[in-house]
């Protein structure tokens, strides 16, 4: 059994929206991010929600993307990206585990990742 499941993604035009789904099973875990892989920069997470549905932004995200969990299927967590950008474009990959501090995680930090899903942008 796959631990993330992402669905969503595609190719949309500067400021369209995008919705990302994540769903989440067979593991035990404190929170789920969502990182960005651009070419040959290094993954970055741009949001995280903790169990405790406490939440961090990537600075280049805030106030466009938020990350929720499905208040029925507490096992899904969605990222709705708003006011999309070219420099948006990546891969999305869902990851989770369990860390002490409420903070974004960094890769190396990571314990399950989903397989990806791109997400592209155009002027």
């Known amino acids: 059994q796959v631990p993330l499941v992402e669905s969503g993604g595609g190719s949309v035009q500067a400021g369209n929206s995008l919705r990302l789904s994540c769903v989440v099973s067979?593991?035990?875990?404190?929170?789920v991010a969502w990182f960005r892989e651009a070419g040959e920069e290094e993954r970055e997470a741009v949001a995280i929600?903790?169990?405790?549905?406490?939440?961090?932004y990537g600075d280049s995200v805030k106030g466009r993307f938020t990350i929720s969990r499905d208040t029925a299927r507490k096992n899904t967590v969605y990222l709705q990206m708003n006011d999309l950008k070219p420099e948006d474009t990546g891969k999305y990959y869902c990851?989770?585990?369990?860390?002490?501090?409420?903070?974004?995680?960094?890769?190396?930090?990571?314990?399950?990742w989903g397989q990806g899903i791109q997400v592209t942008v155009s002027p």
């Open positions: 990851a989770s585990g369990f860390v002490v501090d409420r903070k974004l995680v960094q890769s190396q930090e990571v314990r399950y």
């Open positions: 067979g593991i035990t875990y404190n929170y």
């Open positions: 929600i903790y169990t405790s549905g406490f939440t961090l």
